[in-house]
């Protein structure tokens, strides 16, 4: 019984440490993007101007469930500071656009 108790210990605590190292907001891959693409040819925004992209799970999570609200991908440029942040829906339809800092596309709100 003892044995069976130090083991059930061991893989309570290997378990929480691995579940407690995770960050909250992991980059992931965007499953929807057709859903960028669309928005960044709409924008004439070309590829060779990216610096970088990050898509983040939006979410909830309690005791019980954990649930994708949405994604938000930021994209970063060479030629300015700040960056154009899309939200999409948990399925991918895009909710908003817009950018902040310095950079600024026309015909898309800066904040």
Do not use: W
């Not at 605590?13 to 040819?41: E, G, M, R, W």
Request: hydrophobic share 35%; aromatic share 10%.
């Amino acid at each position: 019984m003892k044995y069976l108790t130090t083991t059930a210990l061991a893989l309570s605590t290997l378990f929480l440490s691995s579940t407690l190292v995770l960050p909250a907001h992991a980059a992931a891959p965007n499953p929807y993007p057709d859903q960028i693409q669309k928005v960044l040819t709409k924008y004439n925004i070309e590829q060779s101007t990216i610096k970088s992209q990050t898509t983040l799970e939006r979410g909830i999570s309690n005791d019980r469930r954990q649930r994708i609200e949405g994604y938000d991908t930021f994209i970063r440029f060479h030629d300015c500071k700040g960056y154009l942040k899309i939200a999409q829906h948990r399925f991918g339809h895009v909710r908003q656009v817009f950018t902040r800092g310095e950079c600024s596309v026309p015909g898309i709100d800066n904040f």
